[in-house]
């Protein structure tokens, strides 16, 4: 199971970390990648970490923004925003698959975290 936290509101050009935190079992053979969805749009990926290496791959729109992280034990997984933007607003949810690839893809995850609302807005 997962559960992500760490929304909150925040002006443009702030920052935020979202936190995933695995139970259950680690995420040493998962990959973990991380989507929002904004009102009335499809989930998209933002970014996504592999448990088994830490290989890290981002959307074109997150690269030099976003920095996914996981910790030592990998059992949580970190998103940091940073110089955010009005169109970062949307719910942000983690999810897992077991696989050492990260994949932009939504379907493939077979667990997710409950989401977190992040706001940015002046």
């Known amino acids: 199971q997962l559960q992500a936290s760490g929304g909150g509101s925040v002006q443009p050009g702030g920052s935020l970390r979202l936190s995933c935190a695995a139970s259950g079992s680690t995420l040493n053979y998962y990959a973990v990648g991380w989507f929002r969805q904004a009102p009335g749009k499809e989930r998209e990926a933002v970014g996504c970490?592999?448990?088994?290496?830490?290989?890290?791959t981002y959307v074109d729109s997150a690269k030099g923004r976003f920095t996914i992280s996981i910790d030592f034990d990998k059992t949580s997984v970190w998103l940091q925003m940073d110089n955010l933007k009005p169109e970062d607003t949307a719910v942000y949810y983690c999810g897992a698959y077991w696989g050492a690839s990260c994949s932009f893809t939504s379907r493939v995850y077979d667990s997710w975290g409950q989401g977190t609302q992040v706001t940015v807005s002046s």
């Open positions: 970490i592999s448990g088994a290496d830490s290989t890290t």
